[in-house]
């Protein structure tokens, strides 16, 4: 029986012996099973950004800042998204989604004024901007982008450091 590429390269038998089969069947199992060389991602990554098989982000987002903002009379929360690698071919839909969130006196997070959305799939980074009326409390910015990509769904989410905010921040 011939073997050919990789198979017949490590298995030829000028390399005998059992350490170089054994090398050999190990290498063979990874390539040939689909496992991730050299940290290629191979298809949508659902904790993080969506990449490529070239590891290049297909959709990414984040905050201007990394807490809000105290601009009086409001406080604001400004976060961007971009998904500048997307393949004519991706069929993908974005909706992008920043708020503001102030922790309550039970310790929950209570969605607060306006937020900032968008379906529009942002070929370059877009920036948003979410605002609220200025109190006192502890703050936080809320991103989440969630949508379909080539029929599979993704979601990621994230949130800023927290911002004391003090009843003379709002004057």
């Given at each position: 029986m011939k073997l050919s590429g990789l198979e017949g390269?490590?298995?030829?038998?000028?390399?005998?012996?059992?350490?170089?089969?054994?090398?050999?069947?190990?290498?063979?199992?990874?390539?040939?099973?689909?496992?991730?060389?050299?940290?290629?991602?191979e298809s949508v990554s659902l904790g993080g950004a969506l990449v490529t098989?070239?590891?290049r982000p297909l959709c990414d987002h984040g905050f201007t800042f990394s807490k809000p903002t105290v601009l009086m009379p409001d406080i604001q929360g400004y976060g961007w998204a971009e998904c500048?690698?997307?393949?004519?071919?991706?069929?993908?839909?974005?909706?992008?989604y920043l708020s503001l969130q102030r922790r309550d006196t039970s310790g929950k997070w209570q969605w607060m004024?306006?937020?900032?959305?968008?379906?529009?799939?942002?070929t370059v980074r877009q920036t948003y901007t979410a605002t609220?009326?200025?109190?006192?409390?502890?703050?936080?910015?809320?991103?989440?982008?969630?949508?379909?990509?080539?029929?599979?769904p993704y979601e990621f989410s994230q949130v800023s450091d927290e911002k004391t905010v003090f009843p003379s921040d709002c004057g």
């Open positions: 390269l490590l298995t030829h038998r000028f390399l005998g012996g059992t350490m170089w089969s054994l090398f050999a069947s190990i290498m063979i199992a990874l390539l040939g099973f689909g496992a991730p060389v050299d940290g290629n991602a098989a070239a590891s500048p690698a997307v393949p004519a071919d991706a069929g993908l839909t974005h909706n992008y004024g306006a937020p900032a959305r968008s379906t529009i799939v942002p609220a009326p200025c109190t006192a409390g502890v703050w936080r910015i809320f991103s989440d982008a969630r949508g379909m990509i080539q029929g599979r």
